[in-house]
């Protein structure tokens, strides 16, 4: 997916701070690859490869025996145990090996990681990016974070503690809608600027901004 231009980076910093013009909250935006590497994905894939080939073999001995029976010649008719764990053991490294390097394909190890294991983790790493960058950097507490992580087309909205708590977590649900729609179509730059302009509206009607307040996190787009 095409990362933003220069223009439309700019077009982001400038709805930040359009946003925070009205509301006393900061907002950090957030552009990542993806979430996580997912090696645990690809080496439990590879694992179950092997369990199925070793199922299979338990299911079907005569078959297994009938093959390594062809791809002898016709020498062996009756192989010793031996001979047989030898084989058998090949196949499954070599099986294991096939998927274990085949899942390095990110597009194919993501695509085969269960929906609910990609929305944790980019719910985790959010949460860390939160705590390094925007949790309590500023005095009042009212920090939000707006984070998309390309590769998974999820995305998470994470406050501070002021924000948390006058603003419940169902009132980002179409700032979060507006965003990931846009990042459907390609189109990440209207996606993160339609988001922002939903949170500013929201944490104006909630957080209005104070005479003396000062912009204390970045207005610009921060992409990992």
């Known amino acids: 997916m095409r990362r933003p231009t220069d223009a439309e980076r700019q077009a982001i910093s400038d709805a930040v701070q359009t946003a925070e013009s009205g509301t006393s909250g900061e907002i950090v935006t957030i552009v990542a690859d993806r979430s996580d590497s997912y090696h645990d994905a690809g080496l439990h894939y590879a694992v179950l490869a092997m369990f199925l080939a070793l199922a299979a073999f338990a299911i079907w001995p005569d078959a297994y025996l009938h093959l390594l029976g062809v791809f002898s010649g016709g020498w062996v008719h ?25 899942l390095t394909y990110m597009p194919l190890r993501l695509w085969l990681t269960p929906k609910a294991t990609r929305r944790r983790r980019v719910r985790r790493r959010a949460l860390e990016l939160f705590k390094v960058g925007t949790e309590a950097r500023t005095a009042g507490h009212t920090g939000i974070l707006i984070y998309l992580s390309l590769g998974e087309h999820m ?25 990931i729609r846009e990042v459907r ?34 207005d610009r787009l921060i992409e990992l």
């Not at 001979?83 to 294991?96: I, N």
């Open 185 to 218: 179509e390609g189109r990440i730059a209207d996606g993160m600027i339609a988001a922002i302009g939903q949170v500013g509206t929201i944490l104006s009607s909630h957080l209005p901004r104070a005479d003396d307040d000062v912009d204390e996190l970045p």
């Open 155 to 179: 995305a998470e909205i994470v406050a501070d503690q002021a924000v948390h708590s006058v603003v419940p977590d169902t009132e980002w649900g179409d700032a979060m809608a507006a965003l």
């Open 78 to 102: 009756e192989p010793s145990l031996m001979r047989v764990l030898t084989v058998l053991w090949t196949v499954l490294a070599v099986l294991f090996l096939i998927v274990r390097y085949g």
